[in-house]
């Protein structure tokens, strides 16, 4: 939507999603959905009390892309924060939770996602700092 000109300012849309992901950011600054929300057709949080690093990393985009940073850029600093913290000390992300569900029944499990996304966030964190 944003590469089509559509901006918080101008686009509802953009505007309910960037409020929807600030109001499910955990408190550790975090995301974390489960796998049921595919089942239920519903947003249902993670059941741990972590959050998952790629749903994390897919957030911090929309936020940023959004607009976050220049609006109130705390959200993207918590989140930012979790990813750095969350890194093992050979440059990995610790494989979480499954992160593909589709036709109600199905869940995969990308072994990349886990380094792409979260790393990919905080590569356009760095550039809309």
Request: glycine residues 8%; proline residues 3%.
């Amino acid at each position: 939507m944003v590469h089509a000109g559509c901006t918080y300012n101008n686009s509802l849309a953009i505007r309910r999603g960037t409020q929807f992901l600030l109001d499910v950011q955990r408190e550790d600054g975090g995301w974390g959905e489960s796998y049921r929300s595919c089942l239920e057709k519903r947003y249902i949080r993670l059941e741990s009390d972590r959050s998952n690093l790629v749903h994390t990393g897919w957030a911090m985009m929309g936020l940023i892309h959004s607009g976050q940073m220049q609006r109130n850029p705390a959200p993207l600093h918590r989140a930012a924060k979790l990813i750095i913290n969350f890194q093992l000390d050979d440059g990995d992300f610790p494989q979480q939770e499954i992160t593909g569900v589709f036709n109600k029944n199905c869940m995969l499990h990308y072994a990349t996602y886990r380094n792409i996304f979260p790393l990919w966030a905080l590569a356009e964190y760095l550039n809309h700092s």
